[in-house]
């Protein structure tokens, strides 16, 4: 396969004959066996920014074409020559923000503002949110958990306090530690995702971090091809929530998070830039 042999995080996962891809027409027929009315791609964290070009000229073209089902997060190489140009590129193509980023993919640390600046700026001067990986410091090892975990988000949060960032996996647990004053004020403009939670926590993780962090800081998301879209919102139907909460999560803070129109209710896609 090209891309296991152009990029080292993409062999990492992909290597496996048995590993799951999938085409914007199978993220399409998910979505109406799931009932989703709107998904969001998510860019795979390629280090090549060529690679990142093409990821997202393919994702800008399928977005025009499902008549607004679909929306997409570009995929940008921090560290990478050029990288505000690039994310500009892509939101003038109508990339709804930035991510997944990678640190462990992609070679920056994400305690450094140096690494992680020009690709923030961009995301601030066009008000549109990044979404980093971010995994858990304890727990089961698995491909691609890296280490990006809670503190090092933390220390990027201290750094670019001014830039909306989208915390995948739950945030790797950084939602917790918001019982403690200083990092709930450090965390405020951060909105968690749901992505892969059916290998990481109980269902009932929606519930608690509902509660600790609002429903409007909480987005459902579920990391297809590698999940099911169907089973994972039903999971996640079972949680106990009202009214107002399920509709924020299920729809209306990935609304608001990514600006999208009036259209469709949407459901987010973690996809790691496989749908």
Not at 115 to 138: G, I, N, Q, Y
Not at 172 to 198: K, Q
Request: glycine share 8%.
């Amino acid at each position: 396969m090209r891309f296991v042999r152009l990029d080292d995080w993409f062999a990492l996962l992909y290597r496996n004959p048995n590993a799951t891809l999938a085409s914007a027409e199978d993220l399409i027929a998910s979505m109406d066996a799931a009932g989703i009315q709107r998904s969001v791609l998510c860019g795979f964290p390629w280090r090549d920014p060529g690679l990142c070009a093409e990821h997202n000229a393919y994702m800008a073209a399928v977005t025009a074409e499902s008549g607004g089902r679909l929306a997409w997060l570009a995929a940008v190489s921090p560290v990478a020559t050029g990288a505000a140009n690039m994310a500009s590129v892509a939101f003038a193509a109508g990339a709804a923000g930035i991510g997944e980023l990678n640190a462990d993919a992609q070679g920056f640390d994400l305690r450094s503002a140096r690494d992680l600046a020009e690709t923030v700026e961009a995301c601030v001067a066009h008000d549109r949110p990044v979404m980093f990986h971010v995994s858990e410091p304890v727990g089961h090892a698995y491909p691609g958990k890296g280490t990006s975990t809670p503190d090092r988000l933390l220390a990027f949060l201290l750094a670019f306090p001014e830039a909306r960032v989208v915390a995948a996996h739950w945030g790797g647990g950084l939602p917790f530690y918001e019982l403690m004053p200083e990092v709930a004020v450090a965390a405020r403009r951060v909105t968690y995702d749901s992505a892969a939670s059916t290998y990481l926590y109980r269902f009932e993780v929606f519930r608690r971090v509902i509660d600790l962090a609002g429903p409007d800081r909480v987005m459902f998301a579920t990391d297809f091809p590698v999940l099911r879209q169907d089973r994972f919102l039903r999971r996640a139907l079972a949680v106990p929530m009202d009214d107002a909460e399920r509709g924020a999560v299920l729809s209306g803070t990935a609304a608001r998070v990514y600006g999208l129109d009036a259209g469709p209710a949407p459901a987010p896609v973690d996809s790691g830039g496989r749908s």
